[in-house]
């Protein structure tokens, strides 16, 4: 008779309930027995004025007797608030449409055009098997599918690791496809065409909403179609090797290539005359392909009481957008159950070769255009805590305070008339919190 | 100046590779590796939870693992 | 077009890699003798000849070991009254790691400790677990690499084996 633990869900789940109430579970579960493990996780992001986002996270893995590992994930979030729509702000009050067409917003003089649209909940479900044979090579497969309103994404992915030299040598391949569509709310503008813009009529309504007048001639969603879609194919490959006993290190080379619609469809661009004053505003358009080239380096060294994790990467596209990222984490052990651990991440990125903050009306009309500072020049910088502690009956929880903080920046272009008075590069700020529990 | 970069880094790693066989340690000498918190995977909600964060806020991700992402995020 | 040389070139090396095996496969020898420093006495592994002896290397950060105690435990009880013993040498540098590990999961079987990982050098081990069979005569008969759930029902067969000799 096997002498094993086997555990069960509901032992776990109810030795997690207690946990929480604070009272310890009847039947301390030994977590080095237990073939599930639970991580789960909720996460709030805020950026000032802007964006929110709170996302849950469920993360259960089972270790089979033949060392295969089973993983199923399933993430929840919503998104509210506000996002720079890409137009630039004008010395006077500005409307918009929005993305439905039936509707409009005003922006104050002086602001960057923000559209608050966006109220979104997001679905993703991923699971992955991880297979080892021959002593030294593992197989992984693994799905994922993630939906929300206007966008599904399908994809599928295997990774092959082989250990050599006593294991302290590993070698991994991967490949993965992603199948995106995207089906815009009003339908996928066709690029570079201008957005109807309504005049605003005042909010003298029962309701004291905003009301808007559109243009006799305007015939909703006429430079509207339907959906979208684009293929992700990706190559990851590795290398880990244990360097002594206290260090490892990883090494990876990626390959992506993207081919299909990458525009962001609720994006606009503002085409300007030579006072800076906006005559237009347009949809933008992004390339139909991308082909992205990463270099990943990660250290991790073992202290006495704690690691320390540094990571560079390095990516370049055909987008000619060049990035650097370090990312540091420094875990100090403060005895057996409790940790700190500070994160610094910096970030720098290139524009892309078709980024522009606007368009000169007297300029020829380019290929491609984008204002989306997303894709501009930009330096980006986080520094957070976190803390964790490990429980009695081997549970363990942590919560995690961040700040992150992108400072666009201007890529070399002339800021023509009323445009050099007004703060075309805003910083973006926000706070990260977040609470983990493992069991 | 870029396919000389990307050359020389493809190089690096060839190199480093064989440069492997020396390196490591004995398999019994593998207590702090071994830790939870050693495991390169460490983390992985976090990890998760920030890759998202930023594919949604930067014009790069991967790296660490698969590029893509997953959502149309505003 | 020197970017996909480069790293045809990394797969060819890899690809070259690939083929090399560890051999595991244990020619009948004599045990190297060892100084047993158990937990109350020092004792030597020739003292042992005579009986089936299941030498078992571990250490508390090794994951598969956790699996390992509670069959050994099941062998010991099972097959000790027929001259069978398992020996497990831990090989933690601290001792206070191996106390942990034992208290959770107790060991009613011999435990040795070599922080100094001396044996595992005689041994020459490839990798943790490593576990070999002894049999009666003091010769290496069989060599586990790791320690595999699915395998416990052929690790039993040897030893019930090795015990009809």
Known sequence: ?439 | MKRKLAAILALVAVAQLSGCASLGVQPWERDLLAKDEMALGAEGVDLGLDDHIYFSKEATSGGRSFAGGGCGCN | MGRIRALAGIIGLSAGLLFTTANLAVAAQPAPELVLNLTSQQANLSDYQGQVVYLDFWASWCKPCQRSFPWMNEMQAKYGEQGFTVIAINLDSERKLADEFLARLPAHFPVAFDPDGNSAQTYKLKGMPTSYLIDKAGNLRVAHQGFHVEKQARYEQEIKGLLAE
């Open chain 1, 1 to 439: 008779m096997q002498l094993t633990n086997k555990g069960s869900v509901a032992t776990a789940l109810a030795g997690a309930a207690c946990a929480l109430l604070g009272t310890p579970a009847a039947q301390a579960e030994e977590d080095m027995l237990k073939d599930w493990k639970f991580d789960t996780a909720i996460l709030y992001y805020g950026e000032t004025d802007r964006v929110s986002l709170v996302e849950g996270v469920i993360n259960a893995s089972k270790t089979n007797d033949d060392d295969s590992l089973f993983n199923v994930k399933l993430v929840i979030d919503t998104l509210t608030g506000a996002s720079a729509n890409g137009a630039v702000a004008q010395p006077y009050a500005q409307t918009f449409s929005r993305p439905s067409g039936k509707d409009g917003y005003v922006v104050n003089a002086g602001d960057t055009p923000l559209d608050d649209t966006f109220r979104d909940t997001r679905v993703q479900v991923s699971s992955s098997w991880m297979q080892p044979f021959a002593d030294t090579w593992r197989a992984t497969g693994a799905v994922n599918v993630s939906t929300e309103y206007d966008y599904l994404s399908l994809g599928l992915s295997g990774l092959l690791e082989k250990d050599l030299f006593m294991r302290n040598t590993t070698l991994s391949a991967g490949l993965s496809f992603q199948f995106d569509s995207i089906d815009p709310v009003g339908g996928t503008p066709d690029a570079l065409t201008s957005m109807l813009t309504p005049t605003y009529i005042g909010d003298d309504n029962d309701e004291g909403e905003d009301e808007f007048e559109w243009d006799d001639d305007y015939e909703e969603g006429e430079n509207k179609t339907g959906s979208e879609s684009k293929t992700t194919t990706d190559l990851i490959v590795g290398v880990t090797q244990v360097i002594n006993r206290r260090m490892l290190m990883q090494f990876n080379y990626g390959l992506s290539v993207v081919d299909g619609y990458m525009t962001d469809p609720y994006k606009l661009v503002s085409v300007v005359d030579g006072a800076g004053m906006t005559q237009d505003v347009i949809y933008e358009d992004r390339p139909d392909s991308r082909t992205k080239h990463s270099f990943f380096w990660q250290t991790k060294y073992a202290l006495d009481s704690g690691v320390v994790d540094v990571s560079y990467r390095f990516a370049t596209d055909d987008w000619e957008i060049d990035s650097h990222t370090i990312d540091s984490r420094f875990r100090f052990n403060l005895g057996d159950n409790n940790y700190i651990q500070p994160h610094l991440r910096y970030y720098q990125q290139s524009a892309a070769e078709f980024y522009r903050p606007f368009l000169n009306q007297n300029d020829p009309m380019p290929m491609y255009a984008s204002a989306d500072y997303r894709v501009g020049e930009m330096t980006a910088y986080t520094v957070g805590l976190k803390y964790g502690h490990k429980m009695e009956n081997g549970h363990e929880w942590a919560v995690r305070a961040e700040y992150y903080q992108q400072d666009p920046k201007n890529a070399g272009f002339d800021e023509p008339g009323v445009l050099a008075d007004l703060d075309l590069y805003p910083s973006v700020k926000a706070v990260i919190l977040q609470f983990n529990y493992h069991f």
